[in-house]
Antibody, heavy 120, light 110 residues
Framework: EVQLVESGGDLVQPGGSLRLSCAAS????????MAWVRQAPGEGLEWVST????????YYADSVRGRFTISRDNSKNTLFLQMNSLRADDTAVYYC?????????????WGQGTLVTVSS | QSVLTQPPSVSAAPGQKVTISCSGT????????VSWYMQLPGTAPKLLIY???KRPSGIPDRFSASKSGTSATLGVTGLQTGDEADYYC???????????FGGGTKLTVL
């Protein structure tokens, strides 16, 4: 059974930084691209970033490009999201998800999410 | 403003049928497969439909979907109170190089 467990969410001041982690199990982590999707309170889903299997390439939403960095450690089956220069509109639940091997937009499994609150 | 357009809400009585539309462009729905996700209150989204019209194992055949041109539709028959949730469509946008979602549709079973 696929399990994705996010951690690292917290209350942080505007301009601050935070690093999220996602521990994966139940599948061959290194064979799958991985993604982060967020959901602001009361709002819809917003894709944040996707990273390839090896970590060599990454893609970002315009809203986070240049501030967020996605990475992975295949030896530890863990996905990361380094978030810098945080803003109030980054407040959201952040979900880790694993895309299908065929279509990155097909997100087969999701974690339970971790809450990031950006406020002074 | 979401790239894909969904109605904010739909409703129907138990046992009835409802459809949810998802409208896009030639850069997204018209160019790639559509997935649908179901999000029960307070929980993470779950994959409901993939490859436009396929159900993952465990998803009942009361849920169906189709795609035509730059639009997609999710259908739910035999509505149950447990179907009350937010439903999202998603696909890849080749112009944005991004995964895009609809704004979500809240299904209420009256």
């Amino acid at each position: 059974e696929v399990q994705l467990v996010e951690s690292g969410g917290d209350l942080v001041q505007p301009g601050g930084s935070l690093r999220l982690s996602c521990a994966a199990s139940g599948f061959t982590f290194s064979s799958y691209a991985m993604a982060w999707v967020r959901q602001a309170p009361g709002e819809g889903l917003e894709w944040v970033s996707t990273i390839t299997t090896s970590g060599a390439s990454a893609y970002y939403a315009d809203s986070v490009r240049g501030r967020f960095t996605i990475s992975r450690d295949n030896s530890k089956n863990t996905l990361f999201l380094q978030m810098n220069s945080l803003r109030a509109d980054d407040t959201a639940v952040y979900y880790c998800a694993n895309p299908s091997t065929r279509h990155w937009s097909q997100l087969d499994s999701w974690g339970q999410g971790t809450l990031v609150t950006v406020s002074s | 403003q979401s790239v894909l357009t969904q109605p904010p809400s739909v409703s129907a009585a138990p046992g009835q049928k409802v459809t949810i539309s998802c409208s896009g462009t030639s850069s997204n729905i018209g160019n790639d497969y559509v997935s649908w996700y179901m999000q029960l209150p307070g929980t993470a989204p779950k994959l409901l439909i993939y490859d436009n019209d396929k159900r993952p194992s465990g998803i009942p055949d009361r849920f169906s979907a189709s795609k035509s041109g730059t639009s997609a539709t999710l259908g739910v028959t035999g509505l149950q109170t447990g179907d009350e949730a937010d439903y999202y469509c998603g696909t890849w946008d080749s112009s944005l190089n991004a995964v895009v979602f609809g704004g979500g549709t809240k299904l209420t079973v009256l």
